[in-house]
Nanobody
Framework: QVQLVESGGGAVRPGESLRLSCRTS????????ISWFRQAPGKEREEERE?????????????HYAASVKGRFTIYRDNDDDIIYLQMNNLQPNDTGVYYC?????????????????????WGQGTQVTVSS
């Protein structure tokens, strides 16, 4: 059974950092691309989640970021522990939202134009990040 469990969210001030974790099980992480999505406050539908980072499988080893987080967020994998991390630095109030990890179980990230998207993802339950002064 494919499962994704996020953790590491919290409440921080602007400029601070957080590291989110996505613990995976039920599939071989080495072979799969994993994405992080963010759902901003007031956006209720799954379709409104913004793809912010994606890492391809170990063979391709590519990383992609939304323009809104590029240079501040880093996605990386720990294959030994089957975890995907999202290091978030210089957090700002508009980074507030529920963060989800997701996988389509394919080897590469999925895009619609420049946007990171999913086709038929398995989602985690999400972890809340709140950035305010």
């Amino acid at each position: 059974q494919v499962q994704l469990v996020e953790s590491g969210g919290g409440a921080v001030r602007p400029g601070e950092s957080l590291r989110l974790s996505c613990r995976t099980s039920g599939f071989t992480l080495d072979w799969r691309a994993i994405s992080w999505f963010r759902q901003a406050p007031g956006k209720e539908r799954e379709e409104e989640r913004e793809g912010i980072a994606c890492i391809s499988n170990r063979d391709h080893d590519t990383k992609h970021y939304a323009a809104s987080v590029k240079g501040r967020f880093t996605i990386y994998r720990d294959n030994d522990d089957d975890i995907i991390y999202l290091q978030m630095n210089n957090l700002q109030p508009n980074d507030t939202g529920v963060y989800y990890c997701a996988t389509d179980l394919g080897p590469q990230c999925v895009f619609s134009g420049q946007k990171i998207v999913t086709v038929s993802a398995t989602w985690g339950q999400g972890t809340q990040v709140t950035v305010s002064s």
